[in-house]
């Protein structure tokens, strides 16, 4: 035992290397507060803290920074995001025009956004000039469903 007390500091830094490695791939902020909590333990040992007194040190302060400091800090950090939908979310709810007539079976449409999807209905078939919504992807087909819209909106 005498020999863990002695070299602690020693496991104290291989922690908080390794716990700042890791942290540095995740980017997540609890490893960082593990590893502060791994610094205040450091701290405890150099102080001449025994080793359960340390641990003690270490968990507690680790436990509220991940607790109180880690919320804080990842709202900060995601404040500027955008939150815009993207790729395939970006086409569910939007328009178009059916351009060959659209079964359960396949077919195409045409979006407001310009592209040319393969098609598949979902209440059955949709003839060609239809106004569709765009309401799932799968894969590399819009399911669509009949719009209220008219084809002058879609056009507009």
């Given amino acids: 035992m ?8 020693i496991g104290w830094l291989v922690l908080i290397l390794v716990f700042l490695t890791v942290e540095a791939l995740t980017l997540d902020f609890t490893f960082l507060m593990l590893g502060i ?14 080793v359960w007194l340390q641990v003690i040190i270490a968990a507690v ?12 800090l990842l709202r900060r ?14 086409l ?3 328009a178009g025009q059916v ?3 659209v079964s359960p079976l396949g077919g195409q449409v045409k979006l407001s956004n310009g592209d040319v999807w ?13 106004v569709v919504t765009v309401t799932r992807i799968d894969g590399a087909t819009a399911l669509v469903a009949a719009s209220n819209e008219s084809n002058e909106e879609l056009s507009a």
């Avoid at 950090?77 to 970006?90: F, I, K, M, W, Y």
């Fill in 37 to 50: 909590g791994g610094v205040a333990g450091l701290a405890a040992d150099l102080l001449g803290a025994p």
């Fill in 99 to 101: 351009v060959s007539t």
């Fill in 92 to 94: 569910i709810g939007l």
């Fill in 77 to 90: 950090l995601h404040r500027g995001q955008d939150d815009t939908p993207s790729n395939v979310e970006a």
């Fill in 61 to 72: 302060l680790a436990a509220l920074l991940v607790l109180l400091l880690r919320p804080p």
């Fill in 2 to 9: 005498e020999l863990i007390e002695q070299f602690a500091w």
């Fill in 118 to 130: 393969t098609a598949r209905s979902t209440i059955g078939e949709l003839p060609p000039g239809t």
